[in-house]
């Protein structure tokens, strides 16, 4: 259960940092890449809100189901 709370808490804390640097680093099929706000807000904002979507679904689904 402490891991679920500490990966919510760090996907919080790595989606305000995307947010306040301006680059997140997600996913794109079999690779990862970098997402800049400035070169491609679209897929910015995008891979922040499923980001803060995983955070919640983790606090509500898991922790509220076996906390």
Avoid at 3 to 23: C, E, F, H
Avoid at 26 to 52: I, M, N
């Amino acid at each position: 259960m402490l891991l679920m709370q500490m990966r919510r808490v760090l996907l919080a804390i790595y989606g305000a940092y995307g947010i306040a640097s301006g680059s997140l680093y997600a996913r794109d099929g079999a690779s990862a890449r970098t997402h800049s706000k400035t070169e491609e807000p679209f897929q910015f904002w995008l891979v922040c809100a499923c980001y803060s979507v995983v955070g919640g679904l983790i606090y509500f689904a898991v922790g509220q189901r076996f906390g």
